[in-house]
Each structure stands twice: as C-alpha cells, then as structure tokens.
C-alpha cells in the first residue's frame, strides 16, 4: 500500500477529513450530522493516514493516546450535563447562549459540548482499535 | 416531577453516576501515572460513598426521589427515580466500593494499574449506580451494558490464557441475557407502549392478566436470572468467577449477580404483580434449587476461589425465596396468619432481639411484604458479605501461595487476625448469630412458614447447615490445621510470601470495614430491617413511586 502517490497523497486527504469531520459536527444540531458520524469520519482519516504512512506516525501526530482522547469525551460529556446544575434544570437539560462574535450571532449550548464529547469518544475509540489492528498486521 | 429552580440536593439523584463517569475518564486520561491513580480513585470512591448516603438520607426524609432527564416530561423522557431499594442497593454498592478500591491499591500490580484498574472499576460502579437509579426501563438496560463493559475490561485484567477461556464464557452468557432483556422490553413496548417504569406500573395494572403479559414477565425472569445466575442459568458463574484477580471477582460477586436481582425485583414485582403471583411456585422451585446447587457445589469444590463461587449462588437462591412468597389467599387468612405470627414472635419471649426484628414487619404485612423484605436485607448483606470473603480468601491465598484448600494450612498461626474475620465472614455467610446473616435468614424462614410454604423455609435451613459445614470445611483446611508439607518446606509459615507483600495493617482494613457491617448489621439489626421493610412497601404499592414521577397530575 506504501506507493509514493498513496504516501503523498494521504497527508492532504487526512487534513482535508479531519476539517470536513469538524464541520459534520457542527451542523450536527439542526441537519444530518453530529458527533458521532464526524467522529467517524475523523477515525478513518486517521487510518488512512495509518495506511499510508504507519502508525507510529499517527500516533505521533495524534500527541495524546487515543484512550486518552477518548477518556476526554467522556469528561465533556458529563460535564456538558453538570451545567445544569448552576441553571437549576434537570440534568442534561440543554442551556443556549447566543452572544455575537464580530458582529454574528453564534449559537453556543451544552448540547454541543455534548457533542464535542461524543466526537472525542468516537475518534479515541475507534482509532485505537484501529492503530491496534494496524500494528498487528504490520507485526 | 419537579417545576422551576431545583435545589442543589435534588442533583443527589443523578451524582453516584455522574461521580463514576468523571472520575472514570479522569483516570482513563492519566493512565499513565499509575503512582496518581489510587490517590485519585479513593477519595472517588469516598465522594461516590458519601453521595450515595446523603441520596439514602434524602429517600429516607422524603420518600422517593425523581429527576428527568433534560427536562423532558415524565412517560416520554428518560426519568432517573430513586426509591427506598435503589437507594439501599445504591448504598451498599457504593460501601463496598470504597472496601474494594483500598483493597486492590495494596494488591495490585504496576502493570495491572497500568493497564488501567480503576477507570474499569469507575465505569463499572458507574453502570451498577445507573441500574440501581434509573427509573426507565429501556435505560436499565443501557446500564446494563455499561457495566457489562466494565466488568469484560476488569474480567481479562492480564489478559492470561485461562481469564480469557472465562471471560468468553462470561461474556457470551451475559450478551444473550442482555438480548433476552432487550427483546422482551421491546415486546413489552408493543403491549404497554411506554418505557417509564412508573408509568409502565400504572398501565399494567389495568390490562388483563393474558398471555402477551405472562410472557413477558416470564422473559423477564429468565434474562435477569440469568444474570443472577438462578439454577439452571448459574453454570456461567463458578466457569468464569475463579479466572480474574481476587478483588475482581469480589466486585462481581458482590455486585453484578445483585444487579440482577434489583432488575427482577423491580420489574417483576413492581410491575407485574399478577404475572409474579402466578410465577410465584416456579420462582420457590428456581429457588429451592439455586440453593440447595449452591450449597452441594461449594461442599464439593476443594479451591476456595471456586467453594466462594457457590456460595455466591447459595445467596442468590436464598434472595430467591424471599422473592417466591405472595401475599397469601385474601387478607383475612394473611392478618390471621399475622396474628398468630405476633403470638408465636412473643412466644418466643427469650430471644428479644428476634421479636424486636420481626416487630417492624408484624402489623398489618402480608408474607409477600416480609419475603422481600428479608430478600432485600439478604441481597445487601451478601453484597458486602460476598466482597469481604473474596477479599480475605485473596489475602489467604497471597500469603500461602495458593487457593486450594490442599495446599493451604496454618493461617491461625500465621495470621490470627486475618482468621478472626475470616471466621466472621464464614458465620455471617453461613446465616450464623450474632452476624448479619441470620436476621434475614429468620425473617425468610418465618416468611415462608406464614406463606403455607413451610417446605421452602426447611430448604433455607437446610442450605444454611450445608454452607456451615463448607465454611467449617474451609476454615478448619486453610486456617486451623497446621501448614501441609510441601508449603512448609518453602520456609517457615509467613516467611514465603511475595516480596510486594504490603503491611498486614492496610491489607486488612478494607476486610475491617467490611466487618463492621457484619457486625453491626447482626447485633443491631432494626434499622436496617425498619429501611428495608419500607423498600419493600414501596415496591409492593408503588404509589409513592408513580407519584414521584408524575407529581399531583395523575
């Protein structure tokens, strides 16, 4: 799979999932997307990059181990609930703020925290299976 | 059901899990730092400890507690409902936590913690929290699965060759049981259309007893007693319990077979009462079984991991028959029968600590009241109890190198103090006064008279006098008599223990904490009676319960 093309190429087209990966969870509050589809759409971007360029590379790119990013996810997630305590809500009760930024109204919520946690889970959990199996092969 | 701000002690609800889940991933994030790892994870569990106790406080003053999810309104969102039984299963879970986490600080090795102990235990604790909290069905059983995660990491801890021939096993036999629970609930929304337990309680109660809702109530008890592992479905336990390191199988033994006892508990004799009274002779025969399979195995095995493993299913049976007993024929033979229950607890004038016990359940109760009652006090005794053998046999077998009881020997000498719980354990679990086995043994044997079925109670005794002799068995092998020969030729008696051998002292102090519920639960037993007997009511009329989901609307 190492041809010079795939190898060349791979870098691009991992950057280019990760962003598309991001947007897919920005969307995800109102149309189709969210956390859980951008998260694995960000895992296969870096498996492509495993592929591609082995996976001591991704994991060198990836600074943190997977787990850990995983073990973050699930931290925000739970956190994303927590707010709800200081707004006297039942738990997991989704809080808006709308403030503007440069003159654009941005809509900031703890669901979207939320989602920011299960993206992390999905990429950490995902990829970690898939370094694992990659490494194997190579083995 | 609650409107407007709520007060920060309403969040008690949702905290055992929230408290499992952060420090969990807490921990997962800094797996690294093995050193960081037990001075983060014991104050969790003494924080988790400490929430669960304010949330049994809470439910105690103000009867029970509902929190939904998001605000979502009560049939259609997720409700987290905690009554008197969560919250003493809660409780108890979390009590034995605490015992478990110091206990495995001082046992395991670097690599395991490495390998990530305590977030596997967070996560676990986390899902048993959620089962005993949620007040949904569907969401029981996601709880399910999340401590099933947690229990498969924790089952293959050093991935060696025979934890994971025990931990396929185990994990097969679970993922059909969680199938099982899954398909029925799906079943049970064709017939019920909602998944809020509170509201499923409600709408049972007005159809008619046909077979769509027998059905269900019998898949019901076949998944969850599966997971308790209730004779035929036990084979699972003693096959895959012996793998894991000791304070692993502790934590199963203690928690994850009462899990499935909570669930049964709840859905079977909350919301099927119908359905459980015409169960009720198939549930005594499960029972009778479970015991007396538990009782014959653990006088056969000669590895003390192994002997434990059925003891675990002795207890599950013995809870079983607390769950087998109804509310008698009509309310006049059930006062009747009360009466003269009152007549005979007088009687028996001497033993004024059995009338004391007995007193809370007296007036008024049916056999239906007094058997749960003494099957909750059962399930939470041997949740600690459980724990503190698995734990003890763990410290026997590190300092004589081995669990079989052939090999073992000495330990008295050795280790008096060590012997001294063990020997209270060993009475506790064998339902021997003054510890905490006996006051729900008397309040199952005295259930089971009163309900016209007195074979039942002859059953318990009986189970009670084999695990005496197993316990016998186990103390007078592995502590009494002097060290066999071959372990005597590696040095003389405590001189071959392995060089990480902690203190004596910290070792023993998760096995003093847990002494001290035996303990006390056996000499003072009327208030934990007093609490379980009101769990009890609350399961049998849960009205408090629907009124806590759906506040003054319905």
Redesign the interface.
């Known amino acids: 799979m190492r041809t010079v093309i795939f190898r060349f190429t791979a870098p691009y087209l991992t950057a280019l999932m990760v962003l598309f990966s991001i947007f897919v969870l920005l969307r995800g509050h109102n149309d189709p997307g969210g956390g859980f589809i951008g998260g694995l759409i960000a895992a296969s971007a870096l498996a492509i990059y495993g592929i591609a360029c082995g996976v001591a590379a991704v994991r060198r790119a990836l600074w943190f181990?997977p787990?850990?990013i995983?073990?973050?996810g699930?931290?925000l997630a739970?956190?994303a609930?927590?707010f709800s305590?200081f707004a006297?809500?039942?738990?997991?009760?989704?809080l808006w703020v709308f403030p503007k930024i440069f003159g654009t109204e941005v809509a900031l919520s703890t669901p979207l925290i939320f989602d920011i946690g299960v993206y992390l889970v999905v990429v950490g959990g995902i990829a970690s299976i898939a370094l694992a199996l990659e490494e194997r092969e190579s083995d | 059901m609650m409107h407007g701000a709520l007060a920060p002690s309403d969040y008690l609800v949702i905290a055992p899990v929230a408290i499992c889940l952060l420090f969990g991933a807490a921990l997962l994030m800094m797996r690294k730092r093995i050193d960081w790892q037990p001075w983060l994870a014991i104050p969790g569990f003494l924080l988790l400890f400490a929430a669960d106790v304010l949330l049994l406080l809470k439910v105690a003053a103000e009867g029970p507690q509902t929190m939904m999810m998001g605000n979502w309104k009560p049939p259609f969102g997720i409700a987290f409902t905690v009554d008197m039984l969560g919250a003493l299963f809660v409780t108890t879970a979390g009590f034995v936590g605490v015992a478990s986490a110091i206990y495995a600080t001082f046992s395991m090795s670097r690599t395991e913690r490495r390998y990530g102990f305590f977030p596997f235990m967070f996560l676990m604790m986390g899902g048993v929290s959620g089962a005993f909290l949620t007040g949904d069905i569907f969401n029981l059983y996601v709880w399910f699965e999340v401590l099933l995660m947690g229990s498969f990491g924790l089952l293959i801890l050093g991935s060696e060759r025979e934890q994971l021939d025990g931990a396929t096993k185990y994990c097969f036999l679970n993922l059909v049981a969680t199938t099982l629970f899954l398909i029925t609930t799906g079943y049970l929304y064709g017939v019920v259309g909602t998944l809020n337990m509170a509201d499923i309680a409600q709408k049972a109660a007005r159809l008619e007893n046909d077979g769509a809702v027998l059905t269900i109530a019998v898949l019901y008890l076949v998944a969850f007693g599966m997971k308790a592992a209730a004779f035929p479905l036990n084979f699972w336990l003693p096959a895959s319990y012996h793998t894991p390191r000791f304070v692993v199988s502790a934590l199963f033994a203690g928690l994850l077979t009462k899990v499935g006892v909570y669930a049964l508990i709840r859905v079977l004799l909350m919301l099927f009462p119908p359905q459980h009274a015409d169960l009720a002779t198939l549930i005594s025969w499960v029972a009778a079984l479970t015991m007396l399979v538990g009782a014959f195995g653990a006088l056969a095995q000669s590895d003390m991991r192994r002997l434990l493993n059925y003891f675990v299913i002795a207890g599950i049976g013995t809870i079983f028959a607390g769950l087998a007993l109804t509310g008698g024929e009509g309310g006049a033979s059930a006062t009747v029968s009360a009466a003269s229950a009152a007549t005979q607890a007088g009687g028996t004038a001497p033993m004024t600590g059995m009338a004391a016990a007995a007193a809370p359940l007296v007036p008024g109760s049916d056999s239906l009241v007094i058997g749960l009652s003494g099957a909750v006090f059962y399930a939470l005794h041997s949740i600690v109890i459980m724990t503190a053998l698995y734990l003890a046999a763990g410290t026997a077998a590190r300092i004589s190198g081995s669990s079989s009881l052939r090999a073992m020997g000495g330990l008295w000498r050795a280790r008096p103090g060590l012997a001294a719980l063990m020997l209270v354990f060993l009475f506790a679990v064998s339902g021997l006064p003054p510890f905490s086995g006996f006051w729900p043994k008397v309040i199952l044997v005295r259930g089971a008279f009163q309900a016209g079925m007195p074979w039942l109670g002859a059953v318990i005794l009986l189970t009670g006098f084999l695990m005496t002799v197993a316990s016998a068995r186990v103390f007078a092998l592995a502590f009494w008599r002097n060290a066999p020969e071959p372990a005597v030729a590696g040095g003389p008696n405590a001189g071959f223990a392995p060089a990480g051998e902690p203190s004596p002292m910290l070792a023993m102090l998760p096995l003093l904490i847990l002494a001290v519920f035996a303990v006390v639960a056996g000499v003072l037993p009327q208030w934990l009676v007093a609490l379980t007997d009101v769990a009890a009511r609350g399961i049998v009329d849960p009205a408090g319960y629907v009124g806590s989901v759906f506040g003054g609307v319905s």
Not at chain 1, 88 to 94: K, L, N, P, V
């Open positions: 181990h787990m850990a995983s073990a973050s699930l931290f739970v956190v609930g927590i305590v006297g809500t039942g738990f997991m009760t989704g």
